[in-house]
């Protein structure tokens, strides 16, 4: 069986602001853009993003500042480096097809000397061929790397060649996350706790507790954190009740809960929710599960 030498493991992305990272990870787990988990509860820190193909599983380890190319990379950019790769089992080392190292990447390259590394020259796409060369020698003399994978983010071009990279330094482990999980699911049901909360604050008994709320998407574009979520309720009354008249009640709902989800996810957050009837879902073991509500 294939899964005899399944591999997982914990990788950083490092490197300056701007060179890729986010763009980066994107390719890798495939347009499903992660999100940022506000809760550190396990013990290996933050997950960016979790890459499942076949026979391996790679778990993208959140580095703060990660999302802020803005920033300067300071004391904190490079202390959160330490962080990272305390818990990785290897990083990739973002940079650009310029033969000039930068002081920056420079102290990168030096707190993470200690871990195999991958060095990434992305944004291929904007240089020549012989270009690559003296970028790839400039590096190689700094320490060294498992290997040199030229590639663009942006056009797709190296993601298969990096991902089997990739393979190959991931260590034998087990799946350690659901294969269509991309990030670490616990957010989505305190997403999904939240906008229950607020159903159930902004409604007067009249509605029991017949809600049960569903997160079909929450996705981060920018610095934007787009949800969607269902709202089930038991009866076409109660649907009625939900929504209020002229939508007043959803809306009110909508954006007591969007406030506390901005909080959570510390990103502004658009939020659309659906109200629908499913009658019974107490009854399914199906539904049941789905909402988190049994094992
Ligand atoms: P980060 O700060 O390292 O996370 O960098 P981003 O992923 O935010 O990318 C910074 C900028 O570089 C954005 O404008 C991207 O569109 C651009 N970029 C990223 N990868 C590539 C690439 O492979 N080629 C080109 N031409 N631009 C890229
Ligand atoms: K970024």
């Known amino acids: 069986m294939e899964n005899k030498n399944f591999k997982s493991g914990y990788v950083g ?11 980066l990870l994107n390719a890798l787990i495939g347009q499903k853009i992660a999100i940022i988990s506000p809760k550190p509860q396990t013990t290996r820190g933050k997950i960016l993003g979790i890459m499942s193909e076949s026979g391996m599983q790679a778990v993208f380890l959140d580095t703060p500042g990660f999302h802020k190319p803005k920033n300067k ?3 904190n950019m490079l202390k959160a480096v330490n962080e990272t790769i305390g818990e990785a ?11 000039e190292v930068r002081n920056a990447e420079l102290e990168i390259i030096e707190k993470t000397k200690n871990i195999p590394a991958i060095l990434v020259i992305n ?7 012989d270009a690559l060369l003296p970028v790839i020698e400039k590096y190689s003399k700094l320490r060294e790397f498992a290997e040199i994978v030229p590639i663009s983010a942006k056009t797709g ?9 990739v393979r190959k330094l991931l260590p034998e482990g087990p799946m350690y996350y659901p294969e269509d999980m991309v990030t ?29 709320v569903e997160i079909v998407k929450m996705k981060e574009e920018k610095d934007i954190v787009s949800i969607s979520a ?22 009110r709902i909508g954006s007591l809960a969007r406030r506390d989800c901005e909080k959570l996810l ?19 073991n199906f539904l049941m599960k789905e909402f988190g509500l049994k094992n």
């Open 13 to 23: 992305i490092v490197g300056i602001p701007n060179v890729g990272k986010t763009t």
């Open 73 to 75: 990379l300071g004391e």
């Open 89 to 99: 089992d290897f990083v990739l080392v973002v940079v650009e097809p310029t033969d």
């Open 123 to 129: 944004k291929c796409d904007t240089a020549r061929k």
């Open 157 to 165: 071009d190296g993601i298969d060649a990096l991902k089997e990279e």
């Open 184 to 212: 670490d699911q616990p957010e989505k049901q305190i997403v999904a706790e939240i906008i229950r909360e607020k159903t159930l604050y902004t409604l007067d008994k009249e509605v029991p507790h017949g809600i049960a």
């Open 230 to 251: 269902n709202i089930f309720c038991e009866k076409d009354s109660h649907k009625g009740i939900i929504i209020g008249s002229g939508g007043r009640t959803l809306k």
């Open 266 to 284: 510390d990103k502004k957050v658009f939020l659309e929710l659906w109200v629908k009837v499913k009658k019974d879902w107490r009854n399914s």
